[in-house]
């Protein structure tokens, strides 16, 4: 998939999470201010979050998919990361918002809001639409193996605990339970705290260039391949989607310049097909005498 169909399919999507989310955040505002309900219009607001999410990972992904220039040779990429980032950041907003909410109720014995069926109703259409729309981003991240399609969907997923959260506020109304909903939420921030850590454990590998693949995999896949001799120096590292592979290779002193071309070409195919996500192969051929660099 080229770098522009793969462009055009996450806009798509997170065109598509946008508007979702602007019009759920709309009927939550109308079923909280209708009946009351500080725990659906914290809901309200937490859906509008994931609308901003969606535009600043549309902003994003636009600027990762210019191609290589001269101050970029390797592309634009990274960017898909720092906006990945970014909306972690939005989800600790959230995650902290509805703690704040959660220990001010409690510490100021809220009552509970205004029962109501309708209300519960188009809640429970919101999270079923949210299902929906993460289980769709989640598919579309694992295909074209974008990060940042993959945090927004854990982004939307987190929409649906804060929506039973509302739920169970309209429902404590029902039974005059007030003190439900915050400690209801408190468990919530807890699903989000390790969302967030998942998301932020990401972009720090990609930042901090973490080894992305074994070496001994590595080593494995290129010693199969026909006058390599040997594999070693190998090392690995930048996002799940575009990893980048050095490594030398030792072949036969007798062998001409364009044997050895050919030897590295099919050591660079054989790591692309055994592994998706690199895009990369930088390949240093040696004789067999040389001694052998340790592995990174």
Known sequence: MS?????????HVLLTALVCNV????LKFWIGWRFGSLGV????????????ASVIALIGITAAARPPDANHPYGHRKYEILTTMIVAGLLFLSAWEILGASISRLLHHSPAPQFSWLGLSLLTLGIVVNTFLS?????????????LLLADAT???????????????????????????????????????RAIYEIFLEGVKVVSDATRLDPALIRSVAEKVEGVRGAHAIRSHGMQNDIHIDLHIQVADQLTARQVFEIENRVNQALRDSFPGVTHVALRHEPGDLPIEPDA
């Not at 770098?3 to 806009?11: F, P, S």
């Open 135 to 147: 289980n769709w981003e989640k598919r579309a991240g694992l295909e074209v193996s974008s990060p």
């Open 155 to 193: 982004h939307t997923r987190t929409d649906i605990y804060s929506s039973l959260l509302a739920i169970a506020a309209l429902g404590s109304g029902a039974f005059q339970i007030p003190w439900l909903d915050p400690l209801l939420a408190i468990g919530i921030v807890i699903f989000l705290g």
């Open 23 to 26: 019009l759920l955040a709309g």
């Open 41 to 52: 219009l914290s809901d309200a607001m937490h859906s509008l979050l994931d609308g901003a």
């Open 3 to 11: 770098d522009a169909i793969r462009a055009a399919r996450i806009r």
